[in-house]
Nanobody, 127 residues
Framework: QVQLVESGGGLVQAGGSLRLSCAAS?????????AGWFRQAPGKERQFVAA????????SYADSVKGRFTISRDNAKNTIFLQMNSVKAEDTAVYSC???????????????????WGRGTQVTVSS
């Protein structure tokens, strides 16, 4: 069982930066969990943002955030990160991290690829 807790959300001006963190407890990522970030804006469906493999050797991004967001992980600290730069008003959403046990190099870009989810952290971008 993995418990995920996000932090780092808040209010940021358009063009600014924010760094989200997702701390895991219960089991360590070292044992092999791929991870991802998803977001959901009011009235919209949940959307894939970024994903990372268990060792961090592979990453994937939604086209809407490519070049602006960076996903990373520190397995020694059981934490994954989402660095958000040049944020836009359309980035406003609740951001949730997700994790799933996987084999080396595996990456997941769909919500169905994950069984463990955090509750989310609100990101609001003011224009």
């Amino acid at each position: 069982q993995v418990q995920l807790v996000e932090s780092g959300g808040g209010l940021v001006q358009a063009g600014g930066s924010l760094r989200l963190s997702c701390a895991a407890s219960g089991r360590t990522f070292i044992s092999g969990y791929r991870a991802g970030w998803f977001r959901q804006a009011p009235g919209k469906e949940r959307q894939f943002v970024a994903a990372i493999s268990i060792g961090g050797e592979r990453t994937s991004y939604a086209d809407s955030v490519k070049g602006r967001f960076t996903i990373s992980r520190d397995n020694a600290k059981n934490t994954i990160f989402l660095q958000m730069n040049s944020v836009k008003a359309e980035d406003t959403a609740v951001y949730s991290c997700a994790a799933e046990h996987a084999y080396f190099g595996s990456i997941g870009t769909a919500a169905a690829d994950y069984n463990y989810w955090g509750r989310g952290t609100q990101v609001t971008v003011s224009s």
